[in-house]
């Protein structure tokens, strides 16, 4: 993987089985949390949601083995028995979210995987709702897909940034608002902020055209992972 691949690129699936670049279980499986957010109106399991849940817990080091275990014994039920297509796809991506990976490749590899069965159930959700079996069918299924591919890569940049291009980050510019604006945003998964706490960051002296382009980025997307964030709050 090149930066010029890395920048090019319209799907996840690749970039991950190519990946070379050093990251951490915590951001992979943020990245495979957001692609399961994404679908959620497809998995409808509680069982499968809770797996997303306490993914996204273990990430922040809020949730323990036994808990993990027991999540992945729930969510791996769910999707053995689930009959409908799309929902079957959704079900096993969130069971995957679930499982304990800890070194690359095996990291990038779990990865693709998820977002693989996330976007095939975009596209077998829309082509079911379709409700005919044609080309209509597999046209719209086709644009879900890419559109869901399109949306994964952007969760890939937001949550890596450009890995090619490591910013520097001045301890300096962590002030106690800069802390309280990033602190809210990733607890609550309200991104609407980011443009207030580029106007902190900046107040704090913060002079880094990538880090504030990418927090006012009218059209970027944020989720938990977010590298400003993660570099505001230290977390790797």
């Known amino acids: ?62 949730a323990r083995e036994g808990r993990r275990a027991a999540a992945n014994l729930a969510a791996t039920a769910v999707a053995r028995r689930e009959r409908s297509w799309p929902f079957a796809a959704a079900e096993e991506a969130s069971k995957r979210l679930i499982r304990a990976y800890r070194k690359s490749p095996a990291l990038a590899t779990w990865a693709a995987r998820t977002a693989y069965y996330a976007h095939e159930a975009a596209y077998l959700g829309t082509y079911y709702a379709v409700g005919t079996n044609d080309r209509a069918a597999f046209d719209s299924g086709n644009v879900a897909r890419q559109a869901e591919q399109a949306a994964q890569i952007a969760l890939l940049r937001d949550i890596f940034g450009n890995p090619f291009r490591p910013v520097p980050f001045s301890p300096s510019w962590r002030t106690d608002t800069v802390l309280a604006l990033a602190r809210r945003v990733y607890e609550s998964r309200d991104f609407s902020a980011m ?5 902190a960051l900046q107040d704090a002296g913060c002079d880094s055209p990538d880090v504030l382009a990418h927090c006012r980025d009218p059209q970027g997307t944020h989720v938990r992972g977010c590298w400003v964030v993660d570099l505001v709050l230290e977390k790797e």
């Open 1 to 62: 993987m090149t930066e010029a691949e890395w920048l090019a690129a319209t799907e996840p699936r690749g970039v991950l089985e190519s990946w070379s670049q050093p990251t951490s279980e915590r951001k992979i499986r943020l990245f495979c949390c957001a692609c399961c957010r994404r679908i959620w109106p497809l998995i409808t399991a509680p069982e499968s949601r809770k797996a997303v849940e306490v993914s996204e817990a273990l990430a922040d080091g809020r």
């Open 195 to 199: 443009p207030i706490l580029a106007d």
